[in-house]
């Protein structure tokens, strides 16, 4: 999460404003565009932060900056050699922040990354280059012995960290005792709403709530079933038991199964009462 979207593009940015190449004119240009877009009802809208030069961005922020805005905006903004540049690096974000990713997947966002930062050391000076960068090229490791990032960014716990912030207190003790109050009430609301919904006193008023009701839309939260084709196990060959560990095996399932007319693979006279090696 840091490595991806709080550093590089903070740092990126902060070149482009120091060295002219994004000016005044140009925030307020792209922020016209902005204020443009339609974007999914899942996608976060940055406001008027691209305007003001993306003072005080969160990371996540600053990823659909990187995954959806970017890739728009800069293009009138950048030279054309920059601008390619950097869209390596969308592409690999865009690679790597997938609730599911193959090795394939993987083997793109590395070479992107590789040309992102190749090209950033020929392109720009040896100033704008980070300690961060070089750890991209470390993520496709990462992720190969830990899996998708989905799975231990930080985004839903920081993200949680928000909500705490925003709760109303008087400043003093007895916080957990104010949080846990509004989470209870929080949590009981939807039991509240289906018992007085089936009142008999309130079934006039059903079909106008349901109109009123908006209807639930699926969205992706990143914490789906992994496909089974992501990831695939090695599973090695099919190998035989020994002759002396099988009598032992064959023995045990006597025992335990309470079959003592179990019969060896090696003597079936059934189909179906003899243990294979």
């Known amino acids: 999460m840091h490595n991806l979207f709080l550093g590089t593009p903070k740092r990126m940015m ?5 060295e002219r190449k994004i000016t005044k004119k140009d925030f307020v240009m792209m922020q016209k565009m902005a ?34 805005y970017s890739p728009i905006l800069l293009k009138a903004v950048l030279p054309t050699e920059m601008f390619n540049n950097w869209i390596s690096f969308v592409n690999a974000c865009r690679n790597i922040v997938k609730p599911s990713i193959t090795f394939s997947d993987l083997n793109d ?19 704008v280059l980070t300690c961060n960068m070089h750890l ?11 899996g998708p990032v989905y799975g231990y960014w930080l985004f839903g716990f920081e993200q ?43 079934v006039p008023f059903l079909p106008l709530l349901a109109k009123l009701t908006a209807t639930a839309q ?31 095996l064959l023995d045990y399932y006597k025992v335990t199964y309470h079959i003592p007319d179990l019969e060896s693979y090696q003597f079936p006279f059934s189909s179906f009462s003899f243990v294979d090696n």
């Open 14 to 18: 902060d070149w482009w404003i120091e």
């Open 35 to 68: 204020d443009k877009m339609v974007v999914p009802n899942d996608y976060m809208v940055l406001g008027s932060k691209i305007g003001k030069g993306f003072g005080h961005m969160k990371a996540d922020e600053w990823k659909y900056w990187v995954l959806v």
């Open 109 to 127: 966002a590395h070479q992107f990354l590789q040309e992102f930062c190749n090209e950033c050391k020929r392109i720009y000076t040896a100033n």
């Open 136 to 146: 991209h090229l470390h993520l496709c490791k990462t992720i190969c012995d830990f």
């Open 160 to 202: 949680y960290n928000g909500l705490l912030k925003n709760v109303s207190t008087n400043r003093k003790d007895s916080f957990e005792t104010t949080y846990m109050q509004s989470f209870v009430q929080d949590t009981f609301k939807g039991d509240y709403v289906n018992a007085v919904l089936q009142c008999p006193s309130q």
């Open 218 to 248: 699926p969205s992706i939260l990143g914490n789906e079933p992994l496909p089974s084709f992501t990831f695939p196990l090695h599973i090695k060959p099919s190998s035989a038991m020994s002759n002396v560990d099988y009598s032992h």
